[in-house]
């Protein structure tokens, strides 16, 4: 089987999670709050790897979840960078406080 215990990739896992979180609490700049938000679905893709990979590895499931990850996060950076791109243009900022368009 694998010598690797379980509980170090849920650590790990565990710790690139809260490396995201703080990347988006803590920063300013939205191409940085994007950035921890795929740093927190990797950490995602990881534990669903790690439990498809010690629960049942005869069957897809934790790979087939994983790659509907992979597409969620491709689309949330496309959709994310071309929102950041317009807000931009207009108002010359990516700065997270500083974007206010919802506001009255």
């Known amino acids: 089987m ?4 379980i509980s170090w990739y849920l650590v790990l896992s ?13 920063r300013k ?7 921890g938000i795929e ?30 990850v992979f597409a969620v996060a491709a689309a949330e950076v496309a959709v994310g960078l071309a929102l950041i791109i317009s807000i931009y243009r207009n108002r010359n900022t990516v700065m997270a406080d500083d974007i206010d368009l919802m506001k009255w």
């Not at 694998?2 to 215990?5: D, E, F, G, L, Q």
């Not at 565990?14 to 803590?26: H, N, R, T």
């Not at 990881?46 to 087939?64: C, D, H, I, S």
């Open 2 to 5: 694998n010598s690797i215990p």
């Open 14 to 26: 565990a710790g690139l999670f809260s490396l995201g979180l703080f990347g988006v609490l803590a």
């Open 29 to 35: 700049n939205a191409v940085a709050i994007l950035l």
């Open 39 to 68: 740093l927190m679905l990797n950490a995602v893709n990881l534990n669903l790897v790690t439990f498809w990979r010690y629960n049942n590895p005869a069957e897809m499931t934790g790979q087939v979840f994983a790659i509907i």
